[in-house]
């Protein structure tokens, strides 16, 4: 087999909700094994050659629904003029300014999610996800990122964006390899100072008796379950 041309072929990663490790890879004449996604053990996978791709990550299992806060209690306000707590929970509009820190590079942004869009399950067609995807239904979860510090954040990625179900459970997450229209989740471009802006997305699958109705930022200084929350 021949190794994959990455201007016609992208890997459709759809990860298998079950306890332990398994990976299963599918090539053709134009893929090879060394084209193998490494995965963690945590994330068991299937692999699928695709025009674009990605992975569906099954929601980590929780006591509680995601957010630092247990069902019943109210959710912590977002405090003024300091870096939220883990668990501030704001309306989706309102933006939050949190250190930022990728690799080597830290600073500070202004974060907000600005709108939770519904898919269609048809939207994945392209990515040859199968089985894997059936009953679930994509949401797109936009962001705002300003630059609010200092440092040149050029070519950097604000990920780390979760959906949240309408019970406050975590969402499972549609990691997207190559290009995705519906949904762009582009590093942030040259020239990436204070005060300039981009926008971002990430993809959240939620079961069809059931709907994304929140969203969570757990990159640094934040944890799963444990950051800031849009609803």
Excluded at 82 to 91: I, L
Excluded at 147 to 176: C, P, R, W, Y
Excluded at 204 to 219: C, D, F, I, L, T
């Amino acid at each position: 087999m021949k190794p994959i041309r990455s201007s016609r072929r992208a890997v459709a990663l759809a990860a298998l909700a079950a306890v332990g490790t398994l990976t299963m890879t599918a090539c053709n004449d134009d893929a090879s094994s060394s084209d193998t996604a490494t995965t963690p053990p945590a994330a068991p996978t299937a692999a699928a050659t695709s025009p674009s791709g990605g992975a569906i990550t099954p929601a980590a299992p929780t006591s509680a629904p995601a957010g630092g806060a247990a069902s019943g209690s109210a959710a912590a306000p977002a405090p003024a003029g300091s870096t939220p707590a883990p668990g501030t929970t704001v309306k989706v509009g309102d933006a939050v300014t949190i250190p930022f820190s990728s690799g080597s590079t830290k600073g500070t942004i202004a974060l907000a999610v600005t709108s939770i869009e519904k898919g269609d399950p048809a939207d994945l067609t392209s990515l040859n996800l199968g089985d894997k995807a059936k009953g679930l239904v994509p949401y797109y979860i936009h962001y705002k990122i300003t630059n609010a510090g200092s440092t040149d954040l050029s070519f950097t990625s604000v990920t780390h964006m979760k959906g949240l179900l309408a019970d406050g459970t975590e969402a499972q997450d549609l990691m997207i390899i190559g290009s995705f229209p519906k949904c762009k989740g582009d590093s942030l471009p040259k020239g990436f100072t204070n005060g300039q802006s981009a926008e971002s997305c990430s993809v959240a699958m939620s079961p069809e008796a059931s709907k994304v109705a929140g969203a969570e930022y757990w990159g640094d200084p934040y944890t799963l379950g444990k950051g800031v929350n849009w609803k």
